[in-house]
């Protein structure tokens, strides 16, 4: 995957972000996931995920830490 710019990686949020609250749960992330055709996502896989890039440790995603994610 090459460079993403930040106002790319708004638009992949806000579409990850169903209910639009501005953090991401494991349970969006998920289906976000199953839409994008990776069925094998649990939630659990989902929670670890947004467990190691989850900075605050609020067990959500926010879009500095999904930034991060994208940047690693
Ligand atoms: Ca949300
Ligand atoms: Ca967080």
């Known amino acids: 995957m ?5 106002e790319e990686a708004r638009k992949q949020f806000e579409r990850i ?3 639009g609250d501005g953090t991401i749960t494991a349970a969006e992330f998920k ?3 199953a ?9 659990s896989v ?4 947004i467990k190691s890039r989850d900075l605050n440790g ?4 926010s879009f ?6 994208l940047n690693k």
């Open 58 to 61: 609020d067990k959500l995603l």
């Open 31 to 33: 289906s976000a996931l």
């Open 64 to 69: 500095d830490e999904f930034w991060g994610f």
């Open 17 to 19: 972000d169903a209910d």
């Open 2 to 6: 090459g460079h993403i710019d930040i």
């Open 46 to 49: 989902a929670e670890a995920i």
């Open 35 to 43: 839409q994008g055709g990776d069925w094998n996502v649990t939630e």
